[in-house]
């Protein structure tokens, strides 16, 4: 029996920093207060010597953020096709050094849009013609799963708890519940840490969840169904444009979900209802209202 090819991986440094420092505030009784703040780091990428762009990041895995990046921007195909990223605090620049260069960088570079990133995010390339061609067969999903997972994520989001102005995403599944979590100052860094962390590790995303606490706009989704992971979980709202692309992709959207709470948009037929909550009576002389993000 022939034994599988060592896949053929790129050299990585290894310069994740911390992601927030100590520092003093005074509060409402003007008495002084320690506490954190997070870091926010400029980190530009340069693609066989060009410079491509500079994404704003906390820089605790800046490795997987790379990876990443180049495989949901759809940059590069093949991981082998990398040869080296290193890291430079120093320049705060990331150099990315392929085998054979990039087919068509100058066409993907060409084509960007300004998306709803925190801050700013930029797609390069078309990824809606790429997204045109992603059809997921979602599974089904127990009611009872969902609040297990929201449940062990509240042992998460360190950076959050400590530091504020971060958002989190986690790479889970029913078997194994959170797989990855990583913070970062925006919802799109996160994810494609996420993805690099995937791509790196040669994980498939069909029998996975995706949760973040951002909202869902159409990136997310892209990004997300690119991955091929045919669930997506928020705990905050929508856009009409993620819906649709969810929608046409074919991947659960669930949003609004905090405590026993949660919206499923698209892919409701899906979720086996196993652990029902008892409904709260609306306050007296107000109506009911949906949960806020």
């Known amino acids: 029996m022939s034994t599988p090819r060592q896949r053929r991986l790129p050299e990585l440094t290894n310069a994740g920093l911390a992601a927030t420092a100590e520092v003093a505030a005074h509060n409402e009784y003007g008495e002084t207060v320690d506490g954190a703040i997070a870091i926010e780091r400029a980190l530009t990428i340069y693609l066989d010597k060009r410079e491509v762009v500079t994404l704003m990041t906390l820089g605790n895995y800046p490795e997987l953020l790379i990876l990443g990046w180049l495989r949901n921007q759809r940059m590069i195909e093949d991981i082998e096709a990398i040869k080296a990223i290193q890291v430079d605090w120093e320049t705060d620049s990331v ?166 709470h949660f919206l499923v948009y698209h892919g409701g037929e899906l979720i086996e209802y196993d652990d029902i909550p008892p409904k709260r009576a609306p306050s007296a002389g107000r109506e009911s209202r949906q949960a806020p993000d």
């Open 95 to 260: 150099a990315i050094t392929t085998r054979d260069g990039v087919d068509n960088l100058d066409e993907k570079l060409g084509r960007k849009t300004v998306t709803t990133g925190c801050g700013q995010g930029t797609m390069f390339g078309d990824l809606m013609e790429d997204i045109d061609q992603v059809r997921l067969q979602a599974p089904k999903l127990r009611q009872s799963s969902i609040y297990g997972l929201l449940g062990k994520l509240n042992d998460y989001n360190e950076i959050y708890k400590n530091a504020g102005a971060v958002h989190g995403c986690a790479l889970c599944s029913e078997a194994n519940g959170i797989e990855q979590f990583i913070e970062d100052v925006g919802r799109h860094n996160a994810v494609d840490a996420i993805a690099g962390y995937m791509w790196l590790n040669d994980l498939q995303g069909h029998d996975k969840l995706f949760y973040t606490t951002g909202r869902l706009t159409s990136e997310m989704v892209i990004k997300v169904a690119l991955m091929e992971i045919p669930v997506l979980l928020s705990r905050s709202g929508i856009t009409a444009m993620g819906l649709e692309i969810a929608q046409q992709v074919g991947v659960t959207l669930i949003a609004r979900a905090k405590g026993r």
